[in-house]
């Protein structure tokens, strides 16, 4: 009885061994199915984040096949010379005044039935900064910068691309809007901020030489230098305050003539003998670089976030890069490169999370 008993159980373990074994042998390949489909949606994942950034490209693509001081808008087949002044006086028709500032005044325009924005120059007392806009906007054409479609330097009259969306002032109206709601989500912020950092890195690494946005004092002048296109993306506008700086040259800048006051310029950009009583003295205010415009990268991102779901966590990815671009000392700031890549690489993994976390439900 126990040697039958025995040999039952022998039996039993001799069959829920190969059993074990089977098992384990079905799980192996079907362990390497999972491993090989979650590597391809890793590559499937990284070839789109990769046409995410060829943000280069596809706003360039309204230039594809234009020869320099040629345009293409989004809407046209052919390019088309720059418009010399008999063509803007015949053909481009104001509509209304959509805009205006110190050195111009914005029109709405129609050109052949396309929309422009017709810049004129308001006080000659500001000839010189409307001529080195002028001049910016022929040296630095490319994606990051609103497209020239013509200039009559004997008008100082210039027009350019219209972006019906506006400046980034709007960008909260904007997405109030019901049409526009669904682009209300961190990802899309998050790739405006890439979009300003990148403008930045661009302009400070320019075919003009390293440039420094000077009419950027406050928040709000930052924002309107800036326009949204109706992609979604951004393009700098306004290039009348932009000097060059070149260290080997001794070339240095000073934004304005008039004492600077308040947190959000860099603290070499304030008077440095204010809490000494002395009276502010342009002569012996010391001069700076491009580094002044990474200080004020955390309060653009800032504003560009809002308030949306998953931002608390952008900006906590973003915290140490943000309190190094803080540092009192500029030579301590990262450069707009620096910068870029890192929030290249959290919008990477934010999005990456996002795709996993998906999968799991």
Known sequence: MITLCETTWCQMQSTMGRSSSSTISYSVPVVVLCLAALLLSNILLYLYLDSVYQTNEQLLASYIGCTPQNFKMTTMKNCTP??????????VHKLRLIGQGAVKKVY??????????????????????????????????GPQVVQLVGFCLEDHAL???????????????VLAQEHQQRYN?????????????????????SPAGRRVMCDSNSLEKILSQYLLTSDFHLVVNDLDALPEVDPSRGLFVKCGHRELTGDFVAPEQLWPLRNKGKPFSDDLMTEYDE????????????????????????????????????????????????????Y??????????????REML
Request: net charge neutral.
């Open 82 to 91: 720059w418009l010399r002044c008999s063509q803007i006086d015949a053909e």
């Open 159 to 173: 027009v350019t691309e219209y972006h019906p969306l506006g400046s980034l002032l709007n960008l909260d109206g």
């Open 108 to 141: 709405l325009a129609e050109w052949r039935g396309q929309k422009v924005a017709l810049s004129k120059l308001s006080s000659l007392d500001y000839v010189e900064d409307f001529l080195h806009g002028l001049s910016m906007l022929q040296t630095l054409q």
């Open 344 to 357: 290249k690489v959290v919008y990477n993994s934010m999005v990456r999370d996002n795709a996993g976390f």
């Open 185 to 205: 989500t961190w990802q899309n912020r998050l790739m405006l901020a890439i979009d300003y950092v990148s403008i930045l890195h661009y302009l400070h690494n």
């Open 291 to 342: 580094r002044t415009d990474i200080w004020k990268i955390p309060d653009v991102t800032q504003f560009l976030m809002g308030r949306v779901p998953g931002g608390d966590l952008v900006h906590f990815h973003l915290f140490q890069i943000h309190k190094e671009c803080k540092k009192e000392d500029p030579k301590f700031r990262p450069s707009a490169l620096d910068v870029l890549k890192v």
